[in-house]
């Protein structure tokens, strides 16, 4: 797996999990609405994948500073107060969808596999 596919996982479900669309939080605007989900997504990116910050933040027109932010900004709510109990949740979604785009991957090679053998 990418990890560009990696990092569209982690929007899907930190979208799903806020209720909104990447869209929406995807704008120059500073309501905390928007805020919160798309500081989560720039985590959840530099724990789980191979990104720069500077390619993160290119995912938002940011740069490499506010993805060090937002990373920041994330630890410290979840050592400080309940924000672990969403990042947990968000995580094993995160974690459950990558790990079974890795299995229909590996189906769809058999797949191919056994119609390349089926052709012989």
Partial sequence: MSEQDKAEIIIKEVCRYYNTSFEKINVPCRDRKLVEPRQVIMYFMNK???LSLRMIG????????TTIHS??????LIQMNGFA????IMAGRIDFNIQQFDVK???DIFDRWVTSMAQL
């Fill in 48 to 50: 789980n994948t191979g």
């Fill in 58 to 65: 290119d995912y938002f027109n940011r740069d490499h500073a």
């Fill in 71 to 76: 990373v920041r900004t994330v630890t410290n």
């Fill in 85 to 88: 109990g969403k990042t947990n």
């Fill in 105 to 107: 991957k590996d189906a």
